[in-house]
């Protein structure tokens, strides 16, 4: 069965450096997300991303934030400077397109630490 | 803006049944999913409801009322290995062409032996 995969699994930072969490979606969705969730809290929506450019973003989504398909396979997400906050498990997910919109499907996570 | 709201956890034995309740409030609608998540990994769909009343797939069923904001996912004859969180979550009608889905507060059910 097709699947989302992302790496790396797990990242420790040091606060204020360069992240990038690497993300291949199912091959023929449309529709590309991130979400995080911090430990033992809610899934959180970050961004989404159609048609090669953000279709909405979150207010967690600052200017600390960016989102790139550089290649037409891969979706990245960068965070520019990180913090302490910035701490968390980070899903990228992927849907089709129309008949199955309400149905997004989840890579296992990238762990980010930062300290 | 969207909530939804879930019992932050259930506790039940193998082969009993338990429901998990999720009340929303949305400024628009579009149905209820439910989301399996173990021990911290990906989020796995379970099923959606459009609209109201049951739907069965296998052990699961789901729940929805639109006229009370209220759905339920049902689990029978559970087994330890559905020890996990439990994600109610809707699509943000503002969510423009894609899928944002907002998700609950979450349920973590723990299947006793």
């Known amino acids: 069965e097709p699947e989302v995969t992302q790496t790396p699994s797990h990242q420790v930072t040091q606060m204020g450096q360069e992240v990038i969490l690497r993300c291949v979606p199912i091959?023929?969705?449309?529709?590309f997300y991130w979400y995080r969730q911090i430990l033992g809290q809610k899934v959180e929506f970050l961004v989404s991303?159609?048609?090669?450019?953000?279709?909405?973003k979150s207010e967690i989504f600052d200017d600390q934030f960016s989102v790139e398909r550089p290649d037409g396979s891969n979706f990245t997400l960068k965070i520019r400077s990180t913090k302490l906050e910035d701490s968390a498990m980070y899903f990228c997910?992927?849907?089709?397109?129309?008949?199955?919109?309400?149905?997004?499907?989840f890579g296992e996570g990238s762990w980010l630490t930062v300290v | 803006g969207q909530s939804l709201e879930q019992p932050s956890e259930v506790t039940a034995v193998e082969g009993a049944i338990v429901q998990i309740n999720c009340t929303y409030q949305?400024?628009?609608?579009?149905?209820l999913s439910w989301y399996q998540q173990h021990d911290g990994g990906a989020p796995t769909f379970l099923s959606y409801n459009a609209l109201d009343g049951l739907e069965e797939t296998g052990r699961f069923s789901s729940f929805l009322s639109r006229s009370d904001s209220y759905g339920y996912l049902l689990l029978q004859e559970l087994q330890m290995k559905d020890s996990a969180s439990y994600f109610c979550?809707?699509?943000?009608?503002?969510?423009?062409?894609?899928?944002?889905?907002?998700f609950g507060t979450g349920t973590l059910l723990a299947v006793q032996p």
């Open positions: 091959s023929n969705h449309l529709y």
């Open positions: 949305t400024s628009g609608f579009y149905g």
């Open positions: 991303f159609y048609n090669n450019e953000i279709s909405e």
């Open positions: 979550a809707v699509r943000d009608p503002n969510g423009g062409a894609t899928n944002k889905l907002i």
């Open positions: 997910a992927s849907s089709a397109p129309d008949q199955d919109r309400n149905t997004i499907y």
